[in-house]
């Protein structure tokens, strides 16, 4: 058993003209499959503790120390990229009722959501991902993480994540970040957005 590199929902290009189909393949084939390999090579060392990622980064301490900073890394890149593929859509999705509902009494309209998202995705300085959350008590709050860190690490639930490395953008929007956020907004996968919302509630 391994962990294996899922493969994409859609084609390189689906994505186009938001996300060019250079980027996807690199960000996919090179990028994401790096951090399975690296996820494994750290895995391999340590047996005993399994390959379930996710309860492994929600207790990072019950992680071996030799290898956990490598499955924080490479562990998470891999959790967040195959997250975040899920989040995009080439179709046109729209936003559940119940989470619309939820987003306005949270933020208090989309578009606050919106800005409060944009900012954090444009203020994480260097490498890192803005999330929309379910925390603890089962609310939505908008977040951001740096490097491949997951936010299951901080006991909250990922629902929408934005992956800001440049290595995401850099190629279609050279320095431009926040126009790349923008587009994202375009190519959201309500659907995946509103089942995790569901089952992070549940
Ligand atoms: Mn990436």
Known sequence: MAITLPD???A???LEPQIDAETMTLHHDKHHATYVANANAALEKHPEIGEDLEA?????DSIPADIRQALINNGGGHLNHALFWELLSPEKTEIS???AADIDATFGS????????T??????FGSGW????VNKDGKLEVTSTPNQDTPLMDGLKPILGLDVWEHAYYLNYRNVRPNYIKAFFDIINWNKVDELYKAAKA
Do not use: G, I, N, Q
């Open 130 to 133: 803005a999330w929309l959350v």
């Open 12 to 14: 390189y290009d689906a």
């Open 119 to 124: 900012t954090a995705a444009t203020t994480r």
């Open 8 to 10: 994409l929902p859609y």
């Open 56 to 60: 492994l980064l929600s207790d990072v």
């Open 110 to 117: 989309f578009d606050d959501f919106k800005e409060k998202f």
């Open 97 to 99: 009722s119940e989470l």
